[in-house]
């Protein structure tokens, strides 16, 4: 059936909770709903809610995923240190993994995201949410 909306999966974060919003300014998530929901069609598992960093974004940008470059083609303000963001699951493996992971909202963060990263992980990496 052409032009359906994908099917979300339930909302629960990593804690087994209701899943928290994580960020309306700037609006975030697959569904762009200020959620880190997600759905079979989520190829990149945009579930991990963050807070970013310069830090992160530096590296983001260097690994190829510029997230601090405004693009009003798309509607995307870029992200400023202090924003929150629904990133995608394996790349938040690859910061953690190379040392400069942003801080996480365990709250905000969909379950599926331990699919890709451990629960521990995660945990390692939480703020006060």
């Known amino acids: 059936m052409a032009g359906r909306m994908p099917e979300m999966d339930v909302s629960v974060n990593v804690l087994g909770e209701l899943l928290e919003p994580c960020s309306i300014a700037p609006m975030t998530g697959y569904f762009r709903d200020g959620h880190c929901n997600t759905c079979a069609e989520d190829s990149g598992s945009h579930t991990v809610c963050v807070t970013v960093t310069a830090e992160f974004l530096a590296w983001s940008k260097y690994v190829g995923n ?3 470059t405004p693009r009003p083609e798309y509607r995307f303000a870029g992200l400023k240190p202090g924003d929150s963001w629904c990133l995608c699951a394996a790349r938040f493996l690859q910061a953690h993994d190379e040392g400069c ?14 699919k890709v990263v451990p629960l521990e992980v995660l945990k390692g990496c939480a703020g006060k949410d």
């Open 101 to 114: 992971a942003p801080q996480v909202r365990l709250r905000a963060t969909h379950q599926r995201a331990t």
């Open 66 to 68: 510029d997230l601090s």
